[in-house]
C-alpha cells in the first residue's frame, strides 16, 4: 500500500511540476546512472534514500505539518539534486515549496486567512481591538443568527475572551451527525488559536458561517466521515489530501451566490470605468521594474538576429513592454503584431496576413501546411526579407494546440523571421516537447511586470462580469428584422413562454408539440412542416437550441438570459 | 496604429518608405548599451569570427563522427540492389526480392539531433548512390495515402532537381495530384529511368556518372517509433509486392533500441524485411568530442567557467541529451560575453593581442584596473610596480599584454597536465574524480583539485597500481606532453621517460622479491589450527607493515608524487590568474535564466512575495506570510490558496474586501462595509479574471457562483 503510494506521489509529483525546473526527470537521471561515473550515482542513492524516508513517514503517525513539509522538501532536492546553480532573480525556490502538499482545507480557512491578513497593519502599528471585531463580525451577511449574534457582540467587548469559543463550540455540538463533524474541526481550529485574543476573533467568524452552511446545505448523510478520521490518523494527510481534494464527494463550500448579495453585476464598461478611476497601487515601483526590463531591448534585438527567439514569462501584463518594444526598436521593419488572447484568433490568420500582406500574395492554400511551405519557399529565396513577429500570449487557449505550434514553431525557425513572445499560463511550458524547443529555439527572460492584465481579460467571459448582453440583443433584433412576419411570431411566443417560466429554474424548455399547438391556434403555420423549416432557420442563426428530455420530446429553448429576452420582447413592442 | 482590436488579432506594420533595416546593423545593438562604443564594432566582429570558427570547426567534428556510419550505410545501400542492377532473374533472386533491404539506425534518444544526421545522410546518398531519396516524418504520415503522397511527392522533386528539365509540367502534375500508388509509383519510376538511360549521355554526364542506370529509391523513416503502425505495415506489405519492378531501400530512425522494430511489427511484416543494424556514435561520445575539440584546446581563446559549464552539461544530462542545445548554450556564452564584458575586445588570438592592447583607451585601462584579479595581482607587486600599474597607462598595456599571454601559455599548460592526469583517475576504481575528462577539468576549473578529498583518494589509488598499468599510464602521458609545441614539459619527459627505463630495471630484481614474498603463505597452507591462523595472520600483517618497501613501491611512490607536483604546479584553478575575467566567462546565472528557466517558481515567487519585485518597505512582511497591502491578485491568491477544490466567490469576494477594507482605512467605521464597494468588486473581478488567464481556476458549472481551483498545492 505504501510504496503504492508513494509511487502514485512521485508520478503525481512529476506530472504537475515543470519540465524545466528544479524538479527534475527522473528517468533522465536514471539512465545517467548507468554509465558516467559515481558522482550521480551518489545521487542515486540519496533519492532512494529519501524514497525510503517517505515511505517510512507514511507508515508513521505523524501529524506534524512542518516536519513534512522539510522531508517533501528534501524528497525535492533529491529529484532537483543537479538544481544547485544560482539563481540570479530570487526564484530559488525549491519544487517543494512550490508545490507543496495541501493542508487540511476547512470552508473556514480562507475567511480566517482575511480576518489575519486584515489585522496585519494594526499588529504593527498599535493593538487596537475594540473596533476590529465588530467589523470582522458583520462582514458575513448570510449568518441566520445574526440577531444572537448581535447580543453576543454586544457583550463581547468584556467577556469575549474565555467565553464565546466555548458557548460557540456547545451551541455547535448540535445532534445532527454532519454538524458534530464540522464542530470538530472547528473546535481544532480554534484551540489552535487560543492564545491570541484576534484570532479568537476570527474564529467566531469562521464559525458563524458554518452553521449558516450546514444548514443550507443538503443533507446527505456524512457516511464515512468517521471512518476518514481513523484512516486519515493511520496516514499523512499528503496522500490522502489529493485524493480528498480529486474525489467526486461532496464539496464542502457554502452555499452562498451572488444573488444573494444584492450585488447588481457589473457589466463590461462599468467595470472598465471603475478600474480607471481606481489608482494602480506601486505605480513607481512597478515603473521601476518595467524600466529595468526596457534596458533590455537592444540586447533583445541583438539575441533576435542571432537566431535566437525571445520568449517573455512572470506576473504582470507583457503587452505593454512589447508595445514599447515595437514602437522604439521596430519602427523601420517589416513586422506582425499577434494578439494571441484575441478569441478568434487562428494560426490560419496569422499565416494569412503574412502571406497576404507581407508577402503580397494573392490565392488561397489547400492547408496550413501549403501555406508555410510557400512561406518558407519565399523567405529562402529573397534573403532581403526580413519579418519580426510578436505574439501576446502565444500559449493563449487558440494557439496552444498542438498544430498550432507546430507551424509557429517551425516560422520561428525561419533564419530571417524572429520571433518574441510572451506566455503567462503556469503550465504553459507544457505545450513544447523537444522538438518544439529546438526549432522554437528560446532564449528565456523573466519579465515580471505586475501590470494588470487589462487588455488580456477583456475579451474573456469573466464569471463576475455580466454578459452585456448589448450584443445579443443587436444580434437578435438584426436577425428577427430579416425574417417573415409569421416567423417573428413564431419567435415571439417562444420568448414569451419561456418569459413565464423564468422562475422555475428546472424549466426544460416548451415541448415541439406543445409550441406547434400555440402556433397554429395564433394561425402562425398551418403543418408542423412549416414549423419544422422555421426552427431550422432559427437553428442556423443560433436563436435557438433544442434538446430531447428523457421522455424523447423535443424541448426548445432560446439561449439568451432573461433580461435580454425582456429588452427584446419591449422592442419588438415598440416596433409593432 | 493600435493593435487593440475587437475584430482583429494580427496586425501588418510595413514601413512606408524604403528606409527598412538591414541586418547588417545588428552591430549597432551591441553598442546601444555599453557606454564605452569605442570598440563595439571590434568587439562584435571578434564575437561572430570566433563564433563562425566554433560552429565550422563543430560541424566538421558532426561529419567525422558520422563518417562512419554514413560510409557503412553507403556501403550498404550499394550492396543491396546489386541484384536488380545485373538484372538476374534466377529464381532464388526472385524470392529474395520479397524483401526489402532495410537499414536500422540507432540515434540515441534526443530527436531534435537527428536532424542533422539525416540531412547529412541524405546528401550523402544523393551524391553517391541515388537522386530518389525521401524523407519521411511521422507528424506527416497520419495515414497511408499521407505517407504515398508525401512520398511521391518528395521524389518527383528530386527527380525535378536533377534532371533539371522544364519544371512546369512536373510541378503541375505533382499540383494535379496524380492518383498516388504504388503501380503509378513504378511508372514514374520506370520512365524516369528510361529516360536517364535514352538520353545523351553528354547532356547527363555529371548525374549518370555519380548514380547507377536504376538507382535504389531510398526512403527514410526519420523517427519509427512514432508512425502508427498500420501505416508501416501498409506499407510494408504493399511495397514488397512490387520489390521486384522498384528498388526500393528503407531506413528507419531509431530513437530507443532495435527491439522496437519487432515490437511494432508482427512477425508476418518483419519478415519481409532484410533488417541491418547501424549505430551511432552515442551522444555522450559526441558530448566529450565537442568538449575535447572546443574546450580543452588552446585553439580558441574563450574559455568558460566553472559554474557555467556545469549549468551546460547538467542540462545536457539531466534535460535532454542534445549536443545541438549545449552548442547552442556555448553560442550564448560567447555573446553574452563579448556584449557583457567591454574588455572582450582583449579575448582574441594571441597574434592580434598586442595590437590592441596597444590601442586601449585610458577608459578601457582603467577598467583593466578595476578587474579585481588585475588588483589582487597589483596588490602583490612590489610597491613601485604598484605604482606604476596604476598609474602609467603604457606601463600597463605592457603588462597587460605579458599577462594576457601567460594566461594562454597557462592554458596550454593546463591542458596538457588535465589530460594526463585523466589518464591517471580515468582507470582508479570508483574514479573519485570522475570517469570523464570534463568532470575532471570542472574539479579543477572550481578550485584548488589538490585540496580535495577526492583527489587524496585518488592518489592513495594511484599508489596502489600494478606495474603494467602504471607503464602504460606514464607511456600514454609522455605521448601527451611530448606533442606540444613548446619546451614547457621538456624536463617532464625526461623525468617520465627515467621512470620507464627504472621500471624496466626492475623486472630483474622482482622476480627475486616474489620469491621471498611467498614464503609465509606456505606456512599459512599447512596450519589449519583455528588459532594459530589467526596469530599467523597478525604476525603476517604486522610484518607487512614493518616491512621496508620495496623497490617497485617507492619507484611508484616518486612517480605518483611527481605527478602530484606537476598537478600542483600547473592545475591551479583559472580564477586565481590575473586578468581571467577578459577570457573567462562567468556569468551562469544568466545562461541558467536563459536557457533553463523557471516560469512557474517566478510567478509563484511574484503572487507569494510580491516585494521581491516591487521594492516598497509596506509590502516587506517577515514569517513568510504577505501583507494586506500586497497588489490584488496576490491577495487573492493568498486567499484561494485556502481553498480546496471548489471556491465559492461570495465567500472569496467578502474575504478580499475585508482585507482590502483594512489596508486601506483601518479606522473606517463599520456601517460602511454593510455593502461591498464597487471598486472593490471591479478589483476583484479582475484579479480573479486575472488568475483565471494564469491558469489556478477555472469557471465551474458544478455549483452556482464556483470557480474550480487547478493547482492542489498550497503554502
Given at each position: 500500500?505504501?510504496?503504492?503510494l508513494?509511487?502514485?506521489c512521485?508520478?503525481l509529483?512529476?506530472?504537475?511540476?515543470?519540465?524545466a525546473?528544479?524538479?527534475?526527470?527522473?528517468?533522465?537521471?536514471?539512465?545517467?546512472?548507468?554509465?558516467?561515473?559515481?558522482?550521480?550515482?551518489?545521487?542515486?542513492a540519496?533519492l532512494?534514500?529519501?524514497?525510503?524516508?517517505?515511505?517510512?513517514?507514511?507508515?508513521?503517525?505523524?501529524?506534524?505539518?512542518?516536519?513534512?513539509?522539510?522531508?517533501?522538501?528534501?524528497?525535492?532536492?533529491?529529484?532537483?539534486?543537479?538544481?544547485?546553480?544560482?539563481?540570479?532573480n530570487g526564484?530559488?525556490?525549491?519544487?517543494?515549496?512550490?508545490?507543496s502538499f495541501?493542508?487540511?482545507?476547512?470552508?473556514?480557512k480562507?475567511?480566517?486567512?482575511?480576518?489575519?491578513l486584515a489585522?496585519?497593519?494594526?499588529?504593527?502599528?498599535?493593538p487596537?481591538d475594540s473596533?476590529?471585531?465588530?467589523?470582522?463580525a458583520k462582514?458575513?451577511?448570510?449568518?441566520?443568527?445574526?440577531?444572537?449574534?448581535k447580543?453576543?457582540?454586544?457583550?463581547?467587548?468584556?467577556?469575549?475572551?474565555?467565553?464565546?469559543?466555548?458557548?460557540?463550540?456547545?451551541?455547535?455540538?448540535?445532534p445532527?451527525?454532519?454538524?458534530e463533524?464540522?464542530?470538530?474541526?472547528?473546535?481544532?481550529?480554534s484551540?489552535?488559536?487560543?492564545e491570541?485574543?484576534?484570532?479568537?476573533?476570527?474564529?467566531?467568524?469562521?464559525?458563524?458561517k458554518?452553521?449558516?452552511?450546514t444548514?443550507?446545505?443538503?443533507?446527505?448523510?456524512?457516511?464515512?466521515?468517521?471512518?476518514?478520521?481513523?484512516?486519515?490518523?493511520?496516514m499523512?494527510?499528503?496522500?490522502?489530501?489529493?485524493?480528498e481534494?480529486?474525489?467526486?464527494?461532496?464539496?464542502?463550500?457554502?452555499?452562498?451566490t451572488?444573488q444573494?448579495?444584492?450585488k447588481?453585476?457589473?457589466?463590461?464598461?462599468?467595470?472598465?470605468?471603475?478600474?480607471?478611476?481606481?489608482?494602480l497601487?506601486?505605480?513607481?515601483?512597478?515603473?521601476?521594474?518595467?524600466?529595468?526590463?526596457?534596458?533590455?531591448?537592444?540586447k533583445?534585438?541583438?539575441?533576435?538576429?542571432?537566431?535566437?527567439?525571445?520568449?517573455?514569462?512572470g506576473?504582470?501584463?507583457?503587452r505593454?513592454?512589447?508595445?514599447k518594444?515595437?514602437?522604439?526598436?521596430?519602427q523601420?521593419?517589416?513586422?506582425?503584431?499577434?494578439?494571441?488572447?484575441?478569441?478568434?484568433?487562428?494560426?490560419?490568420?496569422?499565416?494569412?496576413?503574412?502571406?497576404?500582406?507581407?508577402?503580397?500574395h494573392?490565392?488561397?492554400?489547400?492547408?496550413?501546411?501549403?501555406?508555410?511551405?510557400?512561406?518558407?519557399?519565399?523567405f529562402?529565396?529573397?534573403?532581403?526579407?526580413?519579418?519580426y513577429v510578436?505574439?501576446?500570449?502565444?500559449?493563449?487557449?487558440?494557439?496552444?494546440?498542438?498544430?498550432?505550434?507546430?507551424?509557429?514553431?517551425q516560422?520561428?525557425?525561419?533564419?530571417s523571421?524572429?520571433?518574441?513572445?510572451?506566455?503567462?499560463?503556469?503550465?504553459?511550458?507544457?505545450?513544447w516537447?523537444?522538438?518544439?524547443?529546438?526549432l522554437?529555439?528560446?532564449?528565456?527572460?523573466?519579465?515580471?511586470?505586475?501590470?494588470p492584465?487589462?487588455?488580456?481579460?477583456?475579451?474573456?467571459?469573466?464569471?463576475?462580469?455580466?454578459?452585456?448582453?448589448?450584443?445579443?440583443?443587436?444580434?437578435?433584433?438584426?436577425?428577427?428584422?430579416?425574417?417573415?412576419?409569421?416567423?417573428?411570431?413564431?419567435?415571439?411566443?417562444?420568448a414569451?413562454h419561456?418569459?413565464?417560466?423564468?422562475?422555475?429554474?428546472?424549466?426544460?424548455?416548451?415541448?415541439?408539440?406543445?409550441?406547434?399547438?400555440?402556433?397554429?391556434?395564433?394561425?402562425?403555420?398551418?403543418?408542423d412542416l412549416?414549423?419544422?423549416?422555421?426552427?431550422?432557420e432559427f437553428?442556423?442563426?443560433?436563436?435557438i437550441?433544442?434538446?430531447?428530455?428523457a421522455?424523447?420530446?423535443?424541448?426548445?429553448?432560446?439561449?439568451?438570459?432573461?433580461?435580454?429576452?425582456?429588452?427584446?420582447?419591449?422592442?419588438?413592442?415598440?416596433?409593432? | 496604429?493600435?493593435?487593440?482590436s475587437?475584430?482583429?488579432?494580427?496586425?501588418v506594420?510595413?514601413?512606408?518608405?524604403?528606409?527598412?533595416r538591414?541586418s547588417?546593423k545588428?552591430?549597432?545593438?551591441?553598442?546601444?548599451?555599453?557606454?564605452?562604443?569605442?570598440d563595439?564594432?571590434?568587439?562584435?566582429?571578434?564575437?561572430?569570427?570566433?563564433?563562425?570558427q566554433?560552429?565550422?570547426?563543430?560541424?566538421q567534428?558532426?561529419e567525422?563522427?558520422?563518417?562512419?556510419?554514413?560510409?557503412?550505410?553507403?556501403?550498404?545501400?550499394?550492396?543491396?540492389?546489386?541484384?536488380?542492377?545485373e538484372?538476374?532473374?534466377?529464381?532464388?533472386?526472385?524470392m529474395?526480392?520479397?524483401?526489402?533491404?532495410?537499414?536500422?539506425?540507432?540515434l540515441?534518444?534526443n530527436?531534435?539531433d537527428?536532424?542533422?544526421?539525416?540531412?547529412?545522410?541524405s546528401?550523402?546518398?544523393?551524391?553517391?548512390i541515388?537522386?530518389?531519396?525521401?524523407?519521411?516524418?511521422?507528424?506527416?504520415?497520419?495515414?497511408?495515402?499521407?505517407?504515398?503522397?508525401?512520398?511521391?511527392?518528395?521524389?518527383?522533386?528530386?527527380?525535378?532537381?536533377?534532371d533539371?528539365?522544364?519544371?512546369e509540367?512536373?510541378?503541375?502534375?505533382?499540383?494535379?495530384?496524380?492518383?498516388?500508388?504504388?503501380?503509378?509509383?513504378?511508372?514514374?519510376?520506370?520512365?524516369?529511368?528510361?529516360?536517364?538511360?535514352?538520353?545523351?549521355?553528354s547532356?547527363k554526364r555529371?548525374?549518370?556518372?555519380?548514380?547507377?542506370?536504376?538507382?535504389?529509391?531510398?526512403?527514410?523513416?526519420?523517427?519509427?517509433?512514432?508512425?502508427?503502425?498500420?501505416?508501416l505495415?501498409?506499407?510494408?506489405?504493399?511495397?514488397?509486392?512490387?520489390?521486384?519492378?522498384?528498388?526500393?531501400?528503407?531506413?528507419?530512425?531509431?530513437?530507443?533500441?532495435p527491439?522496437?522494430?519487432?515490437?511494432?511489427l508482427?512477425?508476418s511484416?518483419?519478415?519481409?524485411?532484410?533488417i541491418?543494424?547501424?549505430?551511432?556514435?552515442?551522444?555522450?561520445?559526441?558530448?566529450?568530442?565537442?568538449?575535447?575539440?572546443?574546450?580543452?584546446?588552446?585553439?580558441?581563446?574563450?574559455?568558460?567557467?566553472?559554474?557555467?559549464?556545469?549549468v551546460?552539461?547538467?542540462?545536457?544530462?539531466?534535460?535532454?541529451?542534445?549536443?545541438?542545445?549545449?552548442?547552442?548554450?556555448?553560442?550564448?556564452?560567447?555573446?553574452?560575453?563579448?556584449?557583457?564584458?567591454?574588455?572582450?575586445?582583449?579575448?582574441?588570438?594571441?597574434?592580434?593581442?598586442?595590437?590592441?592592447?596597444?590601442?586601449?583607451?585610458?577608459?578601457?585601462?582603467?577598467?583593466?584596473?578595476?578587474?579585481?584579479?588585475?588588483?589582487?595581482?597589483?596588490?602583490?607587486?612590489?610597491?613601485?610596480k604598484q605604482?606604476e600599474?596604476?598609474?602609467?597607462n603604457?606601463?600597463?598595456?605592457?603588462?597587460?599584454?605579458?599577462?594576457?599571454?601567460?594566461?594562454?601559455?597557462?592554458?596550454?599548460?593546463?591542458?596538457?597536465?588535465?589530460?594526463c592526469?585523466?589518464?591517471?583517475?580515468?582507470?582508479?576504481?570508483?574514479?573519485?574524480?570522475?570517469?570523464?575528462?570534463?568532470?575532471?577539468?570542472?574539479?579543477c576549473?572550481?578550485?584548488?583539485?589538490?585540496?580535495?578529498?577526492?583527489?587524496?583518494?585518488?592518489?592513495?589509488?594511484?599508489?596502489?597500481?600494478?606495474?603494467?598499468?602504471?607503464?602504460?599510464?606514464?607511456?600514454?602521458?609522455?605521448?601527451?606532453?611530448?606533442s606540444?609545441?613548446?619546451?614547457?614539459?621538456?624536463?617532464?619527459?625526461?623525468?617520465l621517460?627515467?621512470?620507464?627505463?627504472?621500471?624496466q630495471?626492475?623486472?630483474?630484481?622482482?622476480?627475486?622479491?616474489?620469491?621471498?614474498?611467498?614464503?609465509?603463505?606456505?606456512?599459512?597452507?599447512?596450519k589449519?589450527?583455528l588459532?594459530?591462523?589467526q596469530?599467523?595472520?597478525?604476525?603476517?600483517?604486522?610484518?607487512?607493515?614493518?616491512?621496508?618497501?620495496?623497490?617497485?613501491?617507492?619507484?611508484?611512490?616518486?612517480?605518483?608524487?611527481?605527478?602530484?607536483?606537476?598537478?600542483?604546479?600547473?592545475?591551479?584553478?583559472?580564477?586565481?590568474r590575473?586578468?581571467?575575467?577578459?577570457?573567462?566567462?562567468?556569468?551562469?546565472?544568466?545562461?541558467?535564466?536563459?536557457?533553463?528557466?523557471?516560469?512557474?517558481?517566478?510567478?509563484h515567487?511574484?503572487?507569494?512575495?510580491?516585494?521581491?519585485?516591487?521594492k516598497?518597505?509596506?509590502?516587506?512582511?517577515?514569517?513568510?506570510?504577505?501583507?494586506?497591502?500586497?497588489?490584488?491578485?496576490?491577495?487573492?491568491?493568498?486567499?484561494?490558496?485556502?481553498?480546496?477544490?471548489?471556491?465559492?466567490?461570495?465567500?472569496?469576494?467578502?474575504?478580499f474586501?475585508?482585507?482590502?477594507?483594512?489596508?486601506?482605512?483601518?479606522?473606517?467605521?463599520?456601517?460602511?462595509?454593510?455593502?461591498?464597494?464597487?471598486?472593490?468588486?471591479?478589483?476583484?473581478?479582475?484579479?480573479?479574471?486575472?488568475?483565471?488567464?494564469?491558469?489556478?481556476?477555472?469557471?465551474?458549472?458544478?455549483?452556482?457562483?464556483?470557480?474550480?481551483?487547478?493547482?492542489?498545492g498550497?503554502?
Open positions: 500500500m505504501g510504496v503504492v508513494v509511487n502514485t512521485i508520478s509529483s512529476k506530472f504537475l511540476s515543470w519540465p525546473e528544479e524538479t527534475k526527470y527522473l528517468p533522465a537521471s536514471s539512465t545517467v546512472v548507468e554509465d558516467d561515473g559515481t558522482k550521480v550515482r551518489k545521487d542515486k540519496q532512494s534514500v529519501s524514497v525510503k524516508r517517505f515511505v517510512k513517514k507514511l507508515e508513521n503517525i505523524s501529524d506534524n505539518e512542518a516536519q513534512e513539509i522539510l522531508e517533501e522538501k528534501n524528497y525535492v532536492a533529491a529529484l532537483g539534486i543537479c538544481a544547485q546553480g544560482i539563481m540570479g526564484s530559488n525556490i525549491s519544487g517543494g515549496e512550490v508545490y495541501q493542508t487540511p482545507k476547512r470552508s473556514n480562507m475567511a480566517e486567512l482575511a480576518s489575519e489585522q496585519t497593519p494594526e499588529k504593527n502599528v498599535a487596537d473596533k476590529c471585531p465588530e467589523k470582522m462582514t458575513p451577511q448570510s449568518s441566520k443568527r445574526s440577531g444572537s449574534n447580543v453576543q457582540q454586544r457583550s463581547k467587548k468584556k467577556e469575549f475572551v474565555s467565553t464565546t469559543p466555548y458557548r460557540l463550540r456547545k451551541r455547535l455540538a448540535a445532527d451527525p454532519y454538524l463533524s464540522e464542530s470538530e474541526y472547528s473546535a481544532s481550529c484551540e489552535e488559536e487560543d491570541d485574543e484576534q484570532k479568537e476573533v476570527s474564529a467566531v467568524l469562521s464559525d458563524q458554518t452553521p449558516a452552511k444548514k443550507a446545505a443538503s443533507t446527505p448523510p456524512p457516511r464515512n466521515s468517521l471512518a476518514k478520521k481513523n484512516k486519515e490518523q493511520k499523512g494527510n499528503l496522500v490522502e489530501e489529493y485524493f481534494a480529486h474525489s467526486s464527494s461532496k464539496v464542502l463550500t457554502s452555499d452562498r451572488l444573494k448579495l444584492r447588481r453585476r457589473l457589466d463590461q464598461q462599468t467595470l472598465r470605468d471603475l478600474l480607471k478611476n481606481a489608482p497601487a506601486y505605480a513607481a515601483e512597478i515603473r521601476n521594474l518595467n524600466q529595468q526590463h526596457e534596458s533590455l531591448f537592444s533583445w534585438m541583438l539575441q533576435l538576429h542571432l537566431g535566437f527567439n525571445i520568449v517573455l514569462y506576473l504582470g501584463s507583457k505593454d513592454l512589447l508595445e518594444f515595437r514602437t522604439s526598436l521596430l523601420d521593419s517589416v513586422h506582425l503584431v499577434v494578439n494571441g488572447y484575441f478569441p478568434s484568433i487562428t494560426v490560419r490568420s496569422i499565416l494569412n496576413s503574412i502571406t497576404e500582406e507581407v508577402l503580397d494573392i490565392g488561397t492554400f489547400r492547408s496550413p501546411l501549403d501555406q508555410l511551405e510557400f512561406i518558407t519557399k519565399r529562402k529565396e529573397d534573403s532581403s526579407l526580413e519579418l510578436l505574439i501576446h500570449n502565444l500559449d493563449s487557449q487558440m494557439l496552444r494546440g498542438e498544430r498550432s505550434q507546430q507551424i509557429l514553431a516560422l520561428s525557425s525561419l533564419p523571421i524572429y520571433l518574441i513572445a510572451s506566455i503567462d499560463h503556469i503550465n504553459a511550458p507544457l505545450m516537447d523537444q522538438a518544439k524547443l529546438s522554437y529555439n528560446w532564449l528565456w527572460y523573466e519579465t515580471t511586470t505586475f501590470n492584465y487589462v487588455e488580456e481579460t477583456s475579451y474573456e467571459n469573466s464569471l463576475l462580469v455580466q454578459q452585456s448582453g448589448s450584443l445579443a440583443l443587436s444580434s437578435l433584433m438584426h436577425v428577427l428584422h430579416s425574417l417573415t412576419l409569421n416567423a417573428r411570431g413564431i419567435f415571439r411566443l417562444l414569451q419561456q418569459l413565464e417560466k423564468k422562475d422555475n429554474p428546472s424549466y426544460p424548455g416548451l415541448s415541439f408539440q406543445d409550441f406547434y399547438q400555440q402556433c397554429r391556434e395564433a394561425f402562425l403555420v398551418n403543418s412549416t414549423l419544422r423549416a422555421q426552427l431550422t437553428r442556423d442563426h443560433k436563436l437550441r433544442t434538446k430531447r428530455g421522455d424523447g420530446v423535443e424541448y426548445l429553448l432560446i439561449p439568451v438570459d432573461d433580461s435580454t429576452l425582456t429588452d427584446f420582447l419591449e422592442k419588438e413592442d415598440e416596433d409593432v | 496604429m493600435s493593435t487593440c475587437v475584430s482583429k488579432g494580427c496586425f506594420f510595413k514601413p512606408s518608405t524604403k528606409k527598412r538591414l547588417d545588428t552591430a549597432h545593438d551591441f553598442r546601444c548599451t555599453s557606454n564605452d562604443s569605442e563595439t564594432e571590434l568587439r562584435f566582429v571578434t564575437c561572430q569570427s570566433l563564433w563562425n566554433i560552429k565550422s570547426e563543430t560541424e567534428i558532426q567525422n563522427l558520422n563518417k562512419q556510419l554514413l560510409d557503412n550505410l553507403v556501403s550498404f545501400l550499394s550492396r543491396s540492389h546489386s541484384d536488380f542492377q538484372k538476374t532473374t534466377d529464381w532464388t533472386c526472385r529474395k526480392f520479397r524483401e526489402i533491404p532495410t537499414a536500422a539506425l540507432v540515441g534518444v530527436v531534435t537527428h536532424d542533422l544526421t539525416f540531412r547529412g545522410l546528401d550523402v546518398l544523393q551524391d553517391n541515388t537522386p530518389y531519396v525521401a524523407l519521411l516524418e511521422a507528424k506527416d504520415c497520419p495515414g497511408i495515402k499521407n505517407l504515398m503522397q508525401k512520398l511521391m511527392g518528395q521524389l518527383m522533386k528530386c527527380d525535378i532537381d536533377v533539371s528539365l522544364e519544371d509540367d512536373c510541378v503541375q502534375v505533382s499540383q494535379n495530384r496524380i492518383r498516388c500508388s504504388m503501380p503509378s509509383l513504378i511508372s514514374w519510376y520506370d520512365s524516369v529511368t528510361k529516360k536517364t538511360n535514352s538520353e545523351t549521355p547532356k555529371n548525374s549518370s556518372s555519380r548514380h547507377w542506370q536504376s538507382p535504389p529509391v531510398v526512403v527514410i523513416f526519420k523517427d519509427m517509433e512514432s508512425f502508427t503502425t498500420k501505416v505495415q501498409d506499407f510494408i506489405v504493399i511495397s514488397s509486392q512490387h520489390i521486384h519492378e522498384l528498388p526500393l531501400v528503407l531506413i528507419f530512425g531509431i530513437a530507443t533500441s527491439m522496437i522494430i519487432h515490437r511494432l508482427p512477425h511484416v518483419s519478415s519481409l524485411l532484410c541491418e543494424l547501424f549505430q551511432s556514435l552515442s551522444c555522450k561520445e559526441h558530448l566529450s568530442t565537442i568538449i575535447d575539440k572546443l574546450l580543452l584546446t588552446s585553439q580558441f581563446p574563450f574559455k568558460l567557467g566553472e559554474k557555467v559549464l556545469q551546460l552539461i547538467n542540462i545536457f544530462l539531466y534535460h535532454d541529451f542534445s549536443v545541438q542545445n549545449f552548442i547552442k548554450g556555448f553560442q550564448l556564452c560567447i555573446v553574452e560575453h563579448f556584449y557583457s564584458q567591454p574588455l572582450s575586445v582583449l579575448c582574441c588570438h594571441l597574434a592580434d593581442i598586442k595590437k590592441r592592447v596597444y590601442s586601449l583607451s585610458h577608459d578601457q585601462c582603467e577598467s583593466i584596473r578595476r578587474l579585481p584579479s588585475f588588483r589582487r595581482y597589483v596588490e602583490k607587486q612590489e610597491s613601485g605604482i600599474l596604476l598609474t602609467n603604457s606601463f600597463l598595456k605592457e603588462e597587460t599584454e605579458k599577462l594576457l599571454g601567460d594566461l594562454h601559455v597557462y592554458h596550454e599548460n593546463y591542458v596538457r597536465i588535465l589530460r592526469l585523466h589518464v591517471f583517475t580515468s582507470s582508479l576504481p570508483k574514479y573519485p574524480l570522475g570517469k570523464q575528462i570534463r568532470e575532471l577539468h570542472c574539479a576549473l572550481e578550485n584548488r583539485v589538490w585540496e580535495t578529498e577526492e583527489y587524496e583518494s585518488s592518489l592513495q589509488l594511484a599508489r596502489m597500481l600494478n606495474k603494467t598499468d602504471l607503464v602504460t599510464m606514464l607511456q600514454q602521458c609522455v605521448e601527451i606532453l611530448m606540444s609545441s613548446g619546451k614547457e614539459f621538456d624536463r617532464a619527459v625526461e623525468k621517460k627515467e621512470f620507464l627505463t627504472q621500471f630495471n626492475l623486472e630483474a630484481e622482482a622476480s627475486q622479491e616474489r620469491d621471498v614474498s611467498v614464503s609465509p603463505q606456505k606456512e599459512l597452507q599447512k589449519t589450527d588459532y594459530h591462523l596469530k599467523t595472520l597478525l604476525e603476517l600483517k604486522e610484518s607487512r607493515r614493518s616491512k621496508k618497501l620495496t623497490k617497485f613501491e617507492m619507484l611508484r611512490f616518486e612517480v605518483v608524487d611527481y605527478i602530484d607536483s606537476l598537478v600542483r604546479r600547473y592545475l591551479a584553478p583559472a580564477d586565481e590575473a586578468l581571467h575575467e577578459i577570457v573567462y566567462f562567468n556569468g551562469a546565472a544568466v545562461l541558467r535564466g536563459h536557457l533553463n528557466a523557471a516560469p512557474r517558481t517566478a510567478l515567487t511574484a503572487l507569494n512575495s510580491p516585494h521581491w519585485y516591487l516598497n518597505q509596506a509590502l516587506r512582511c517577515d514569517g513568510g506570510g504577505i501583507s494586506n497591502k500586497a497588489p490584488d491578485i496576490c491577495i487573492v491568491y493568498k486567499l484561494h490558496l485556502e481553498c480546496g477544490r471548489l471556491i465559492n466567490l461570495v465567500d472569496w469576494l467578502e474575504a474586501s475585508t482585507v482590502v477594507m483594512a489596508a486601506e482605512e483601518p479606522n473606517a467605521d463599520a456601517a460602511s462595509s454593510d455593502q461591498v464597494d464597487d471598486v472593490i468588486h471591479a478589483r476583484f473581478i479582475r484579479a480573479v479574471s486575472e488568475l483565471e488567464l494564469l491558469g489556478f481556476i477555472k469557471p465551474s458549472k458544478q455549483k452556482t457562483d464556483h470557480v474550480a481551483r487547478l493547482t492542489w498550497g503554502c
